[in-house]
């Protein structure tokens, strides 16, 4: 599914183009790279220090140890280890790794007085999930979907990723559906960025042939594990598509994003989002 266009045109599903974080109760436009991962609230003049954390929908899950650590002012990497001795209440098919269970809200810093463990906070945001996740909407969601829960938050979490608005959220879930019914490979430039650990509108040929289980482009059916931590709009769109037949869409510009069952005519949409990016070299 490649184009006979310049390097670097390859044939996009995507992208979401700029990401929304919440930055002490302000949205705030801007690549992932240029935005505070975080806002710690609490933290205003006359406050020695923060007593929340607030976690943004679609961190990834190094981003969330990396914020854990900064909150609790502890030596990078300390989440991270903290992991083995976390016990979290993951699903089986995690194996272990808590990617789409670190649930986007707001966590307390203390707990009883006393400054909270990265263990615990890890271990409270992946309770939440759990409850967000097992409760009867979803799980019900899912099973009318023919797939298990965890395979749910994996969709949504591409879900997360991708779609540009909230309403852009119940078709994308459908794209994604409606490539896994026909066996297509999924295409998405997320899961590449994941594998990168990176994120950017840039997508080149030679990204697509790296060799990884999270390259949708080479293989079929869903990544391996979720690749963010989504939230309830994303989850809601999993489980409850947008009815259509749409394969492919791409966020021409801002506000922009097309949905289309034709190939022809999404290579014509993909054209005009170059178009658009070499005017403004910066995008991405």
């Known amino acids: 599914m490649h184009m006979n266009t310049p390097p670097r045109s390859t044939i996009r599903l995507t992208r979401r183009g700029r990401l929304a974080l919440i930055a002490t109760g ?45 909150a609790l002012a502890l030596p990078p990497g300390t989440a991270k280890k903290s992991l083995a001795k976390a016990h979290l209440k993951l699903p089986n098919d995690a194996e ?13 810093l203390e707990q009883n007085g006393k400054k909270t463990t990265p263990e615990a906070l890890l271990a409270f945001m992946v309770d939440t999930a759990n409850k967000k996740f097992n409760g009867a909407p979803i799980a019900a969601g899912a099973q009318r979907n023919a797939m298990n829960v965890y395979q749910a938050v994996t969709i ?20 994604i559906f409606n490539r896994l019914e026909r066996g297509m490979p999924l295409q998405m430039d997320s899961t590449i960025n994941y594998a990168l650990n990176r994120s950017t509108l840039r997508t080149t040929t030679a990204d697509i042939r790296i060799d990884s289980p999270y390259n949708s482009y080479q293989r079929m059916g869903l990544p391996p594990t979720p690749i963010d ?9 999993a489980i409850s598509p947008t009815p259509g037949d749409w394969l492919y ?6 506000g922009d994003t097309r949905f289309t069952n034709s190939f022809a005519e999404h290579q014509r949409n993909v054209a005009e989002f170059n178009k658009g990016r070499q005017k403004s070299p910066q995008a991405g």
């Not at 609230?41 to 943004?56: C, D, M, R, S, Y």
């Not at 869409?249 to 801002?254: E, L, R």
């Open 26 to 70: 302000a949205v705030v436009a801007g690549t992932a790279v240029a935005v505070p991962l975080l806002s710690l609230e609490g933290a205003g003049e006359g406050e020695k220090k923060p007593t929340t954390l607030v976690i943004p929908e679609g961190r990834r899950s190094g981003q969330i140890y990396d914020a854990v650590d900064k």
């Open 96 to 108: 272990g790794n808590p990617e789409g269970y670190l649930f986007p809200a707001t966590y307390p």
């Open 156 to 175: 949504a979490s591409i879900v997360q990723a991708e779609a540009a608005t909230k309403a852009d959220m119940g078709k994308v879930a459908r794209v």
């Open 229 to 237: 931590n989504p939230g309830e709009d994303a989850m809601r769109a």
């Open 249 to 254: 869409f791409v966020t021409v510009k801002p």
